[in-house]
């Protein structure tokens, strides 16, 4: 199979500019940059491209083809035909002008076309245009609105006989340009490490060569993600990317910008994806898509896991397991979770699912919450007790868990939980590990409190997700590294 190229787009205002990154992209691992005149004042074709550390494509897109090109059709063919004759490896032009680069040098001439509102009715039609301007490469690049789009492109891709491009901008796209070479795409294109995107959506250099080893997804790679909305903060992708690396697994986990769990996995599972993680807002709209759903997950009406096992989906909930595995390795020794007065914030997904596990594992319960309906009703169906969230204060239990999303970034300064209530030897669980210490673990440990952040939650229940997928023992350290090293990356 032929590998998939890595190009970086450069975006630079001046020549010396494009120069620094491209210098650096020949460092971090890129197959080629595009060098963009049309975004570059004055750009300087005999000093960008002489002595180029990297292969080229030369992009002068006039401004009524998307690009910043301000000057006549004349100046930018002289732009890129001076290019051509400089040796550049490929030229990107509009369909007018591809004829008139002939016999200007050995360049492979692209022919592109870009949608920047969305995609076109007919996408052969316009894969047919390109190809006929007699050009090397076709390249296409619509924007997707939904995740769904990317399958038109897809299929454009494994009928192609010419080198073709064929990428969605903006965030449901991204699909797109991960697997561009899964499906036989010619190139794609990323955005420099810590740099300006080019477009919509396009990751940065060091998540395509390192987290979703673009290099290394061809035909037979197994496809794996998070189906969320909204999806971009999700750290699945480098926790579950990192435990694939780490054993050597011919695997991909994509995030998943999904708006309907049903049309999405029953045209995504035949392309080759063998399970998902579900997430908000789609935990409990998952289980009607679902052959077989486990009893627990079926209990607290919430699936966090798809495995598709022979053909067939099945549904789990590893939450349960995660965030009680993390709790009860940090309790003292010779306590346990049975017969302990926990006291539970939160009714929502997450909350419904430790109120079985806990009162299964034991525990003596009271559920609070901001709508105290969803406290009551969940409370009746455990066998717990429900108090409106402004009586916290009155509370003294032994386990207090956090399960609302208060105190998630960026809204860091908040805290569901009255300072009061917090006591030596009160142990705090917070679901929230995005800050790592949230004002309410700062606060609990100030006062004298055991915490327990909810990092471990979330590797604990990656991890047998993992194992749910693969039958392999998680590499839980590595998966816990993973998360670590983005959070302080966001930090
Ligand atoms: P969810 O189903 O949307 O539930 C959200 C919960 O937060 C509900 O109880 C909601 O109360 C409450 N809430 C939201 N805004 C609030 C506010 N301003 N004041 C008081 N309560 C508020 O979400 P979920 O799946 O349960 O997830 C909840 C949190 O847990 C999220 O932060 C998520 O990231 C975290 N989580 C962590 C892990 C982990 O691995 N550590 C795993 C799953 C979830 P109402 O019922 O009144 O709306």
């Not at 919509?200 to 061809?218: A, F, K, N, S, T």
């Not at 306590?335 to 109120?355: E, K, Q, T």
């Not at 409370?379 to 007790?385: D, I, L, N, Q, W």
């Not at 009160?426 to 210490?437: C, G, M, R, W």
Request: glycine share 10%; hydrophobic share 45%.
């Amino acid at each position: 199979m032929r590998r998939v190229l890595i190009c970086v787009s450069i975006v630079a205002s001046d020549t010396a500019g494009a120069i620094a990154i491209m210098q650096q992209a020949a460092k971090d691992g890129a197959d080629l940059v595009e060098l963009r005149l049309d975004l570059m004042s004055k750009p300087d074709v005999d000093a960008l491209l002489v002595g180029r550390p990297l292969p080229v494509m030369v992009t002068c897109r006039p401004v009524h083809a998307g690009g910043g090109y301000k000057g006549s059709k004349e100046e930018r063919l002289a732009l890129l035909r001076r290019a051509m004759e400089l040796g550049a490896e490929y030229v990107d032009a509009e369909p007018d002008i591809v004829p008139l680069l002939r016999g200007y040098g050995s360049a492979q001439v692209v022919a592109s076309y870009h949608d920047f509102n969305g995609m076109p009715e007919d996408l052969p039609a316009v894969h047919r245009a390109l190809v006929a301007t007699g050009a090397d490469v076709v390249k296409i690049a619509v924007s997707a609105r939904r995740i769904e789009d990317n399958l038109r492109l897809f299929s454009l891709l494994r009928q192609a006989d010419v080198p073709t491009i064929a990428l969605a901008m903006g965030e449901a796209g991204l699909l797109s340009r991960v697997l561009q070479g899964r499906f036989g795409g010619h190139l794609t294109f990323t955005a420099p490490n810590g740099g300006q995107a080019a477009a919509p959506g396009q990751p940065e250099l060091r998540d395509m060569l390192e987290m979703y080893r673009v290099h290394d997804i061809g035909p037979d790679t197994a496809l794996y993600g998070v189906i969320a909305n909204p999806v971009g903060h999700s750290l699945s992708p480098a926790m579950h990317n990192a435990a694939f690396r780490e054993i050597g697994l011919d695997a991909v986990y994509l995030p998943l910008l999904v708006e309907e769990p049903r049309s999405f996995i029953q045209s995504f599972v035949p392309l080759g994806f063998r399970g998902f993680s579900v997430t908000i807002p789609h935990k409990q709209a998952v289980l009607a898509v679902l052959d077989e759903v486990e009893p627990l997950a079926q209990r607290i009406g919430a699936v966090n896991t798809v495995v598709v096992r022979d053909g067939r989906l099945c549904g789990y909930n590893t939450d349960v397991a995660g965030a009680l595995r993390s709790i009860e390795e940090t309790l003292p020794a010779g306590v346990s979770l049975d017969g302990m007065n926990a006291l539970l914030i939160g009714a929502g997904g997450l909350g419904r699912a430790l109120a079985f596990g806990l009162t299964d594992a034991g525990a003596r319960l009271t559920i609070a919450n901001r709508s105290f309906e969803r406290a009551q009703q969940l409370a009746a169906e455990v066998g717990a007790e429900a108090v409106p969230l402004d009586r916290l204060a009155d509370l003294k239990p032994d386990l207090l868990l956090q399960t609302t999303s208060v105190g998630m970034s960026p809204n860091v300064g908040e805290s569901v939980v009255p300072y009061e209530m917090l006591r030596p030897g009160l142990i705090v669980y917070d679901a929230v590990y995005n800050p790592l210490q949230t004002r309410l673990l700062r606060e609990a440990e100030q006062a004298g409190c055991l915490t327990i952040s909810g990092l471990g939650h979330f590797v604990n229940q990656g991890a047998r997700q993992f194992e749910l997928w693969t039958g392999r023992p998680a590499p839980r350290e590595v998966m816990r590294q993973a998360v670590l090293q983005r959070l302080i990356h966001r930090a």
